[in-house]
């Protein structure tokens, strides 16, 4: 999932489930999560400029990545069975 990049909405009780899971530190690994989501939208942002007199030519490229936003329906910790 390298070519997207998620922003999901979570319910504050997930929150305290991945926290509680994360260990003593606080650090969580969401690689260790699978997540069931809710998606609502998925599109690949665009940048737009102007220049006014002495304009220069300006090359924008667009971003290799997707941004995909939507909702945490469940998540559950895959190595939770290891601890």
């Known amino acids: 999932m390298e070519d997207f990049y998620f922003t999901l909405e979570a319910s504050p009780e997930q929150v305290q489930q991945v926290l509680k899971e994360s260990g003593n530190d606080g650090s969580a690994d969401l690689n260790e999560y699978a997540i069931i989501a809710q998606i609502d939208g998925v599109n690949k942002p665009t940048f737009q400029l102007s ?26 910790n895959l190595s939770a069975g290891n601890r």
């Not at 941004?67 to 945490?72: E, F, L, S």
Request: glycine fraction near 8%.
């Open 51 to 76: 220049a006014e007199g002495n304009s220069k030519e300006v090359q924008v490229d667009r971003p290799d990545k997707f941004h995909v936003t939507g909702r945490c329906v469940s998540l559950l």
